[in-house]
């Protein structure tokens, strides 16, 4: 008959052996390939890269003082501007036309003032020579007064 040995390992023993085993499997593998070059100097930035959102300090909402059509937008969303820049531009017919108006109410009103200086003139004449009537000089400075008044 056959006897069975029954045999205990202690696991302090089996580690060892698993560790030479795989120091054994380790100096069998190739080694790793590497590459070897001569250090170099050289100037480097050192640099930084985050992950994250930013949110500026302040906003800036732009409101139109005048109305019109807008013909350009001088910056994109993001862009830096500087001050008093001109941001947009905007169809202008419109103001030129008026300009023009107010010129010409302008040269009228002068035309306006000179006739009622020339005619205060006539009439301060005419009564220093008694051939007018004061009514009529007294008319006439009021016609001055207002056409100086409509140029202020």
Do not use: C, H, W
Not at 58 to 67: T, W
Request: overall charge negative; glycine content about 4%; aromatic content about 2%.
């Amino acid at each position: 008959m056959r006897e069975r040995i029954k045999m205990t390992i202690s696991p302090k023993v089996l580690a060892i052996a698993l560790l030479l085993a795989g120091a054994a499997a380790a100096q069998d593998a190739p080694a790793p390939a590497v590459i070897v070059a001569p250090a170099q100097m050289m100037d480097l930035t050192a640099s930084v890269q985050y992950n994250g959102r930013l949110e500026a300090d302040s906003r800036v909402d732009l409101r139109p003082r005048v109305a019109g059509n807008l013909l350009e937008v001088a910056f994109a969303p993001s862009d830096t501007v500087e001050k008093d820049a001109v941001l947009f531009r905007i169809e202008d017919d419109l103001y030129r036309a008026a300009v023009q108006e107010a010129e010409g109410a302008l040269k009228s009103a002068n035309a306006e003032r000179e006739l009622a200086r020339i005619e205060r003139e006539r009439q301060d004449e005419l009564v220093r020579r008694q051939t007018g009537a004061q009514a009529m000089l007294d008319q006439a400075e009021a016609a001055l007064d207002r056409a100086k008044l409509n140029l202020s």
